[in-house]
């Protein structure tokens, strides 16, 4: 007998059950608009690896990076610009931001220079913050709650060999590093983290990508839809409960589309639905004894 048919054979059992064993990582993901975005966000200089899109979660707003731009754009979150910061680097391929910084990833000279930096927002003055240097076309990043979350490091000029999500402090990224392996062989075109269900939500890197859910606690795959993405030119992050994917089209044509996330609901850690259980059951012997 399973776990969760045992559970059901007792009333206390049944509610834990709903709750263990339960459709609960059920969802949907809709499309809810799609902004034409201005030129500067269709550089077509030698922009030959994935672009990223990230999250500043100080000022809510959206950040783009273009390969070889050497400028990090922001815009609001119906992709209107709002301002933009030219950076002294070389081949940028992902960005996120929090309210002291932005951080970015790099490439130089394939495996001769560091991959991870972090940007002084007035300035555009880079700090190399890791001792990554390993990745030829950098590693989507993403920042949330004084968490960094990157990927394992690129071994060729694609991100196909991505598998994995590293996730450190911010201020010591290469310290206490905790090192998640996704159940996937689709390689990673980018990454947004939903910190508040644990989860991360991955673009495939493929032309063809899926959209894919996973919880960052176990690697696990958690959902998966077919949306018709290109994830070799796109990037993708989370803002409140909503995805935004960003389509890079060289020359003009680039778009902003936002999907509405509904249903993905959070599910109790272990120690929550043992402590649901030590309720109800002191909830049966109180009843029991006004009964007695």
């Known amino acids: 007998m399973t776990f969760c048919h045992t559970l059901k054979s007792t009333a206390i059992g049944a509610i834990l059950a709903g709750i263990a064993c339960g459709p609960a990582l059920a969802g949907t993901v809709t499309l809810e608009n799609t902004f034409a975005l201005a030129n500067q966000l269709a550089d077509p200089r030698s922009n030959f690896h994935p672009q990223g899109l990230g999250y500043d979660t100080a000022t809510n707003e959206l950040l783009y990076m273009q390969q070889s731009s050497r400028t990090i754009f922001r815009s609001d979150l119906s992709g209107n610009i709002t301002g933009s910061l030219g950076i002294t680097l070389n081949h940028t391929t992902s960005v996120a931001g929090d309210g002291a910084n932005y951080y970015v990833s790099d490439y130089t000279s394939n495996t001769s220079g560091p991959d991870l930096f972090r940007v002084d927002k007035t300035t555009g003055v880079p700090?190399?913050?890791?001792?990554?240097?390993?990745?030829?076309?950098?590693?989507?990043?993403?920042?949330?709650?004084?968490?960094?979350?990157?990927?394992?490091?690129?071994?060729?000029?694609?991100?196909?060999?991505?598998?994995?999500?590293?996730?450190?402090?911010?201020?010591?990224?290469?310290?206490?590093?905790?090192?998640?392996?996704?159940?996937?062989?689709?390689?990673?075109?980018?990454?947004?983290?939903?910190?508040?269900?644990?989860?991360?939500?991955?673009?495939?890197?493929?032309?063809?990508?899926?959209?894919?859910?996973?919880?960052?606690?176990?690697?696990?795959?958690?959902?998966?839809?077919?949306?018709?993405?290109?994830?070799?030119?796109?990037?993708?992050?989370?803002?409140?409960?909503?995805?935004?994917?960003?389509?890079?089209?060289?020359?003009?044509?680039?778009?902003?589309?936002?999907?509405?996330?509904?249903?993905?609901?959070?599910?109790?850690?272990?120690?929550?639905?043992?402590?649901?259980?030590?309720?109800?059951?002191?909830?049966?012997?109180?009843?029991?004894?006004?009964?007695?």
Do not use: C, H
């Not at 919880?215 to 993405?229: H, I, P, R």
């Not at 990037?235 to 003009?252: E, F, M, R």
């Open 127 to 292: 700090t190399n913050m890791s001792t990554d240097v390993a990745g030829y076309g950098g590693s989507p990043i993403d920042v949330r709650d004084g968490n960094l979350y990157r990927t394992n490091l690129s071994t060729t000029y694609g991100w196909a060999n991505l598998n994995q999500i590293r996730i450190s402090a911010v201020a010591t990224p290469d310290a206490g590093v905790q090192t998640v392996t996704l159940a996937t062989g689709a390689g990673i075109g980018d990454i947004a983290v939903d910190s508040t269900r644990n989860n991360v939500w991955v673009l495939d890197y493929s032309a063809g990508a899926a959209l894919r859910r996973f919880d960052l606690a176990t690697g696990a795959e958690l959902d998966s839809f077919s949306l018709g993405l290109d994830g070799l030119t796109g990037g993708l992050t989370y803002a409140n409960d909503k995805l935004y994917y960003y389509d890079w089209v060289s020359g003009s044509g680039s778009t902003l589309s936002v999907f509405t996330l509904s249903g993905f609901t959070e599910v109790p850690e272990p120690g929550a639905i043992a402590l649901l259980g030590i309720g109800l059951f002191g909830l049966g012997v109180a009843r029991r004894r006004r009964t007695a």
